[in-house]
């Protein structure tokens, strides 16, 4: 079983994510543990203050180190975790990214707030910082909830058999082909007649060659990168 700790001031904000859908089965299924920590739990402070101003002036507010130091500490406990920084200065999270993470068996995940948090943290307690876009975010949950959800569903048995995790977006290099299901016409727009000619390697053909073309519309990065590494063939 993954286990997904996350630490937040704003514990509150997870319930609906985690609560629901496929996470919720996960979980109920014992595929997936997830615990949400409230940072100021372990604030010292009288009145469990987590930030405070930057040292050598400026904006904004930086997280204390002791709450976050510690709650690492407390929640990882004896086990070995994989501690990681929601940061937008982190590194992209990609698929590939992902699927690594799936594998592990502890994960803490620290959001961040105001500045961001005391960079001691880092250096003491934290492996890797993630982001998840070039954008910057009010707070660390939401990309943390995108860091639980798609680590999660790459768990066995967490997504159906029915849906197929090897042809998606992004598993071979390039994006997914596009989909269409009843009616066949719908206001005059009909279905590529392919997808109805019950002919699977005509299909399979036609899939291949939309994905390339997709990918080459939409994100020609990918095929630059997939290059020389292997794409999916057909
Ligand atoms: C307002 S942001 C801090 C931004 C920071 N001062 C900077 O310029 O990089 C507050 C927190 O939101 C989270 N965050 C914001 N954008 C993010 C992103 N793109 N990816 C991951 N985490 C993000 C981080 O945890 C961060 O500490």
Known sequence: ???????????????????????????????????????REFSKDPHRKVDDRPFGGGPGMVMTPQPLVDAVRKVRGRRKAHVIYMCPGGAPLTQKRARELAVKRNLIILCGHYEGIDERVR???????????????????????????????????????????????????????PHYTRPANFCGKRVPPVLLSGNHQAVKKWRMAQSVERTQKMRPDLLDKSAGCGARSG
């Open 123 to 177: 250096e003491m307690v934290v492996d890797e910082s993630i982001s998840i876009g070039d954008y910057v975010l009010t707070g660390g949950e939401v990309p943390a909830m995108v860091v639980a959800d798609c680590v999660a569903r790459l768990v066995p048995g967490v997504v159906g058999k029915g849906e197929s995790l090897e042809e998606e977006s992004f598993e071979g290099g390039l994006l997914e082909y």
């Open 1 to 39: 079983m993954l286990r997904i700790d996350i630490i937040t001031i704003f514990p509150g904000m997870f319930s609906a994510v985690l609560g629901e859908s496929i996470l919720k089965r996960a979980q109920e299924k014992k595929l997936v543990d997830f615990r949400v920590h409230d940072l």
